[in-house]
């Protein structure tokens, strides 16, 4: 996934809006993905104001982690969040590519439960965790 990623780069920069990545084996994180350039590919293929969603593992303790989310941290200019998964090891990562988006608590809030009742997940959950977890950066990625 990794090379396919970075071989695409340049022929469609700015092509997506969103990104979903999900690179682990049995071992942890595949090595295609460990790297800073990985990220920079990422970024490249993504229209201004796309999204980038990684599921990453090992809790926020795991050294793989740490560096995992400082080059998203890096590339994405600091504009990233991240969700804990309930009951598992897993992380969920958000890189904003130059963008902020605006809304309002009230207005999330009522998006999480319209989304709750449609698709039956607990979105409201996903929304304080999100918050929770990121309590001292949640207001710089989301302007409130």
Known sequence: ?????????EAYREHY???????FDHEGIASSICNEAFFDACKALLKKGGILVINLWGGTNNPEFQQVSLWLARVFNWQTL???TRDRGNIIGLAFNDYSPLYSMKELRTNALALEQHYQIEFPAFLKDLKRHNASTFNQVIKT
């Open 17 to 23: 809006s969103l990104l979903f990545i999900d690179a």
């Open 82 to 84: 991240f969700l804990p």
């Open 1 to 9: 996934g990794g090379d396919y990623i970075r071989q695409r780069a």
